[in-house]
């Protein structure tokens, strides 16, 4: 027997502005909006992936639920993208609401900001995936049972932190190089956990959709759903699960309406179902469904983008680790204003995307790096963001100050103990 795992992440960031240095001291704690027809306006993008992805995507899944009653999807949404849908596109969210609904879809559980806390610190995770997982029962009515990193980052250290969260089971990828000769179709137990179960990402088949669907110079193109069914069906007697783990935008957006994409997804279950030992199982259900094979130890950390599988797209150059290192340093004093808008504008500011743009490997995966990229260069998206990341210190700092002025002249504080 093998199962089709589905997992869809929807994603979104709030892009940062242009914000120059004359802006600085000045500007609101609105850094994410532009007003023009910029590249840069959040509700222009999210509106336009809206009608080429999101809705009639939707509506092709739930014509498949409502068609076969055992086929079953799972999404990771972003706090980012639920809250832009709420504030641009309700019609969206409530799309997907209807989807779960229907019982056949799952939902996983991440960090809310789609960050790289889990690198520079474990409250600001810990706090992340609680706020996450709030805003998850409030909008879908479910608790998530299994997690995924941003980008699929993952090592042995978050697997145990994860566990000890108590969650079931965990996201990854699995790339040759992770795995070597083990395959990606089994169920694993992270090394130094005790029930904690890994699903592995097939590259090879979920790579065929995302990146290759259309690509005219594949040997396998034109890619139909009955051929793609037949190399899963293969599986069976060598591995339990495919997990087939994509951006959604990968249907209508990256792979455009005009390719067939629609027509493959709407087609794939009649194929899978033909062989009678597959079937269709969310993650939870594969975790509760299949033993773990083998203990397996992934010490350094993975993610599912580029060609490196690693941390490069975020953190490879001078420019990105000044940013992230700059922008978790402000923590203490962030949260001490307990100003729940400069505290927002904050962790909206540690969005993987921001980091993203501003990487300089433009080679393989140079055309990745394009997409939904607002900036010109990598270096125009560091000086926006840091020229608004300096802003925000200033009102940190302002906040911080007044209160030490309050606290004073109350005698609360020890102006002994003061710096000021």
Not at 107 to 123: A, G, R, V
Request: glycine share 4%.
């Amino acid at each position: 027997m093998v199962s089709v795992c589905f997992y869809f992440q929807v994603h979104q960031p709030f892009r940062v502005k242009k914000h120059s240095i004359f802006d600085i001291g000045k500007s609101s704690l609105d850094y994410f909006s532009d007003n023009s027809e910029s590249n840069l306006n959040n509700e222009k993008i999210i509106k336009k992936v809206a009608q080429k992805c999101y809705l009639p995507t939707n509506s092709v899944l739930l014509e498949l639920i409502k068609k076969y009653p055992n086929f079953k999807v799972s999404f990771s949404f972003s706090g980012v993208i639920l809250e832009q849908f709420e504030k641009y596109c309700p019609e969206v969210l409530s799309s997907f609401q209807e989807l779960v609904k229907t019982g056949n879809v799952e939902i996983l559980s991440e960090t809310y900001y789609h960050s790289l806390s889990f690198l520079y610190s474990k409250e600001e995770f810990r706090e992340q995936i609680n706020l996450h997982k709030q805003l998850i029962q409030k909008i879908f009515a479910q608790t998530p049972k299994v997690f995924r990193n941003t980008e699929l980052i993952y090592n042995d250290e978050l697997a145990k932190e994860i566990e000890s969260l108590g969650f079931q089971g965990i996201l990854a990828e699995g790339h040759d190089y992770i795995l070597g000769w083990r395959s990606p179709n089994l169920i694993y137990k992270p090394q130094g956990t005790t029930n904690m179960k890994l699903l592995l990402k097939n590259y090879r088949l979920s790579d065929d959709i995302a990146f290759r669907f259309s690509e005219r110079s594949w040997q396998e193109w034109p890619l139909t759903a009955e051929k793609y069914a037949n190399w899963i069906s293969a599986v069976n007697g060598s591995g339990n699960v495919v997990n087939l783990f994509m951006d959604y935008e990968t249907f209508g957006e990256h792979q455009w309406a005009e390719t067939g994409i629609f027509d493959f997804l709407r087609t794939l279950p009649e194929y899978i179902f033909k062989h009678p030992d597959n079937n269709f199982k969310t993650p939870s259900e594969v975790v509760e469904s299949y033993p773990a094979v083998a203990e397996l130890s992934i010490p350094f950390f993975v993610s599912w983008a580029d060609i490196e599988r690693d941390l490069s797209a975020w953190l490879s150059n001078s420019m990105q680790h000044s940013a992230i290192n700059k922008l978790f340093s402000l923590r203490n004093k962030v949260l001490s204003t307990k100003n729940p808008e400069l505290i927002a504008a904050w962790r909206k500011l540690q969005t993987s995307d921001h980091f993203y743009y501003m990487c300089t490997k433009w080679f393989a995966d140079g055309d990745v790096h394009k997409y939904f990229n607002p900036y010109e260069s990598p270096y125009d998206a560091f000086i926006s963001y840091m020229n608004v990341l300096h802003d925000l210190e200033l009102k940190i700092n302002a906040i911080n100050k007044e209160d030490i002025k309050k606290s004073l002249s109350l005698g609360l504080l020890d102006t002994k103990n003061s710096d000021n």
